[in-house]
């Protein structure tokens, strides 16, 4: 069974350059979720899909951010203009979307910026 | 503002012992845990999970106690083995109206299980 996929795996770019980063979530699952790590915040929700409608976004740190979900089966994170300190692992989840259902994680994507 | 903590950033246990990994939270509306296990370069993977109605739930090597009293739980692995060398993520959910699929996560543990 296919998992979460997302792509690139790592991402190292200049500081101000646009950044998307994609994900292609569990087929049947209607849930999607953005996640963003980093060693002193650990995993931090940034935004969350359901019937790929945007549910909760309080967790987009700023305008630069942005999210879509144009279908069941695509996902993007968009950072425009980047900084460097956007430098984190970029974690994809998805879901069914009844109450108590385990999120299951994609690799996530590494992103470096200089 | 860390409304879930595992106070341990990491733990070492000799194999085939018991390893005990902690976790507190401070939210009384949490009304699902779940326990992640993740390696290096990979995403979290679900481990176990339990609702506020159990006090225990049990899978296999891996147990999951939680004592609503004390706002904690905690998770059992026995016997443990090399390959349980993880960090272990607690997640808690609940109290949000209309959106209780949102996870609350701690920091993780690293856990180090000595051959």
């Known amino acids: 069974d296919a998992g979460v996929i997302q792509s690139p795996r790592h991402e190292v770019t200049e500081m101000g350059q646009e950044v998307t980063l994609r994900c292609k979530p569990i087929?049947?699952?209607?849930?999607l979720f953005w996640y963003r790590q980093t060693m002193m915040r650990g995993l931090e929700l940034l935004i969350y899909?359901?019937?790929?409608?945007?549910?909760?976004d309080s967790g987009m740190p700023e305008d630069r951010f942005s999210a879509k979900m144009p279908n069941a089966s695509f996902s993007t994170l968009k950072i425009q203009p980047s900084e460097p300190r956007d430098s984190a692992v970029y974690f994809c989840?998805?879901?069914?979307?009844?109450?108590?259902?385990?999120?299951?994680f994609g690799d996530g994507t590494r992103l470096s910026i200089l | 503002d860390q409304q879930v903590k595992q106070n341990s950033p990491s733990l070492s246990v000799q194999e085939g012992r018991i390893s005990i990994l902690n976790c507190d939270y401070t939210?009384?509306?949490?009304?699902?845990f779940l326990w992640y296990k993740k390696y290096p370069a990979e995403g979290p993977t679900f481990l176990i999970s339990i609702s506020s109605i159990k006090d225990k739930n049990e899978d296999g090597r891996f147990t999951v106690f939680l004592n609503k009293s004390a706002k904690h739980l905690s998770l059992h692995i026995v016997p443990s083995q090399p390959g349980d060398s993880a960090v272990y993520f607690c997640?808690?959910?609940?109290?949000?109206?209309?959106?209780?699929?949102?996870?609350?996560w701690g920091l993780g543990t690293s856990l180090a299980v000595n051959p």
């Open positions: 989840a998805s879901s069914f979307s009844m109450s108590n259902q385990p999120q299951h």
């Open positions: 997640a808690a959910s609940g109290g949000y109206a209309g959106n209780n699929r949102k996870l609350i």
């Open positions: 087929s049947g699952h209607n849930s």
């Open positions: 899909f359901n019937n790929n409608v945007p549910i909760d």
């Open positions: 939210n009384s509306m949490f009304d699902y």
